[in-house]
C-alpha cells in the first residue's frame, strides 16, 4: 500500500502563505489521482483540491479556487498545496490522500490511503 506524509503546515497570519507537500512510498503513483482535503474540529472533511498524477488535470472546490494551487514532482513522488491569501476560516487539518481513478474526484469515498494530516491554523 501507499504510505502519505504531509508537511508544511503550521501558524501564519491572515493574507499570509503556505506550501503544504505529500511524500509518498510504497507504490507507484503513475495513473493516480492525488487530493487534498481538510477538516475543522466539529466539521466534516472537505474537499480542496485534486490532480491527475499523470495527466495534470485539476480540480478545486470553489473556497479557494485562486488562492490555492495543487502541483506535482512525479519523480520525487510528491504533491504540493501552494496556498496564498489565507483566511481565518481555511483552519484546519490538511490532509493528502490517494485516488485510483485517472480523473480527479472531489468526492472523499473515492479516495483510499489517506496521510496523518498536518494542521493549518490562521490568525486574524
Known amino acids: 500500500q501507499v504510505q502519505l506524509v504531509e508537511s508544511g503546515g503550521g501558524l501564519v497570519q491572515a493574507g499570509g502563505s503556505l506550501r503544504l507537500s505529500c511524500a509518498a512510498s510504497g507504490r507507484t503513483f503513475s495513473s493516480y489521482s492525488m487530493g487534498w482535503f481538510r477538516q475543522a474540529p466539529g466539521k466534516e472533511r472537505e474537499f480542496v483540491a485534486a490532480?491527475?498524477?499523470?495527466?495534470?488535470?485539476?480540480n478545486y472546490a470553489d473556497s479557494v479556487k485562486g488562492r490555492f494551487t495543487i502541483s506535482r514532482e512525479n519523480a520525487k513522488n510528491t504533491v504540493y498545496l501552494q496556498m496564498n491569501n489565507l483566511k481565518p476560516e481555511d483552519t484546519a487539518v490538511y490532509y493528502c490522500?490517494?485516488?485510483?481513478?485517472?480523473?480527479?474526484?472531489?468526492?472523499?469515498?473515492?479516495?483510499?490511503?489517506w496521510g496523518q494530516g498536518t494542521q493549518v491554523t490562521v490568525s486574524s
Open positions: 490532480i491527475n498524477w499523470s495527466g495534470g488535470l485539476e
Open positions: 490522500a490517494t485516488n485510483p481513478a485517472r480523473t480527479p474526484s472531489t468526492m472523499v469515498a473515492d479516495y483510499d490511503y
